[in-house]
């Protein structure tokens, strides 16, 4: 058996992970209220179908995946997905990047 050590967690990286959030159509909007109070948890679309995408941020995965765990507790969620995980340095998600490319003021 091939053993994987777990390495703890810094505080000097930042995680960014987004998602789609399937719910039961009655209920998306008190799932997207119950979301909206989760810590680093942002809201960015609402579907009347049952659908919301969310982004979290947080100061590791542990953090990240406890809160998809919560969202996936709320009554009415069917399922939720995870898009996308991001994890970086807080020095490189703060570092501003010039817009050498572009205009100035069109972005």
């Given amino acids: 058996m091939r053993v994987i ?11 960014i992970a987004s998602l789609v959030v399937h719910t039961l159509p009655h209920r998306v909007d ?9 810590p680093g948890a942002e809201i960015h679309a609402v579907a009347a179908l049952g ?4 982004t979290l941020e947080a100061p590791g995965s542990g953090p990240i995946l406890d809160t998809i765990a919560a969202i996936q507790r709320i009554d009415g969620v069917i399922n939720a997905a995870l898009v996308y995980q991001c994890a970086d340095t807080l020095e490189s998600m703060n570092e501003e990047l010039p817009d ?7 972005h």
Avoid: N
């Fill in 5 to 15: 050590p777990i390495v703890p967690e810094t505080r000097d990286e930042w995680h």
């Fill in 30 to 38: 008190a799932v997207a209220d119950q979301v909206a109070t989760l």
């Fill in 51 to 54: 659908k919301l995408v969310v």
């Fill in 100 to 106: 050498v490319d572009r205009p100035q003021g069109l």
